[in-house]
């Protein structure tokens, strides 16, 4: 069975400009969650949606927006990239929101220069 | 604030050697508290969950227990393969608060 996965695995933006990555869920997972994750840190919680709806949102600025489309797969929306959203996305579905676990995708490597 | 705190921050163990390692958590509702492996440049792999004072859980060389406050992480005669960031988390009404982790390097 597949896992969750990310696309792309690796970006290159510049200051300034605007990304969109791309998460595929677990067959049967309802629920998108994503996170930001720095060098040496935690994951920081980004964006949760359930049944395409947003369950949650993180101390993030409005340059960060997500969707969840009918058939659950989701986008992370990133504009006006600073050097400081460099870090690793990471993607986790799960069967619903809590208590069942969520399985995290490999995650795409953005690189703002 | 809800905070989730690991220590240490580093261990270096040798191979066989068993320890374990701490999760302190302040939540105002724990929904579930999570372990996750994460080997360097990959995603977190799902270890465990535990949802009430008491639980235990294990798998292979590990097994993990949940206090009210803390949970300890025990690894029993680690292995080099063992290698990697545990991070701990605490599910709290959607959001899911991760610790920094802590990085296990197991010396053969």
């Known amino acids: 069975d597949a896992g969750v996965t990310q696309s792309p695995t690796h970006l290159i933006k510049t200051r300034g400009q605007h990304v969109t990555l791309r998460c595929s869920p677990i067959s049967g997972h309802k629920s998108v969650s994503w996170y930001q994750q720095v060098l040496g840190q935690g994951p920081q919680f980004i964006f949760q949606?359930?049944?395409?709806?947003?369950?949650g949102r993180g101390n993030f600025p409005d340059r960060f927006s997500a969707r969840q489309f009918p058939n659950y797969s989701s986008e992370l929306n990133v504009n006006a990239l600073l050097l400081g959203d460099s870090a690793l996305y990471l993607c986790a579905s799960s069967l619903e929101v809590g208590r069942y676990g969520y399985t995290f995708g490999s995650g795409t490597r953005l690189t703002v220069v | 604030e809800d905070q989730v705190t690991q220590s240490p921050e580093a261990l270096r163990l040798q191979e066989g050697e068993s320890s374990s390692l701490n999760c302190s958590y302040t939540v105002s509702g724990l929904r579930g508290l999570f372990w996750y492996r994460q080997d360097p440049g990959k995603g977190p792999e799902f270890l465990f969950t535990l949802y009430s004072a008491g639980e235990e859980k294990e798998k292979e060389r590990l097994k993990a227990t949940l206090t009210k406050k803390e949970s300890f992480l025990h690894i029993t005669a680690p292995k080099p393969e063992d290698s990697a960031t545990y991070l701990c988390a605490v599910d709290n009404n959607n959001d899911m608060r991760f610790g920094a982790g802590t990085r296990l390097t197991v010396k053969p």
């Open positions: 949606y359930y049944e395409k709806e947003e369950r």
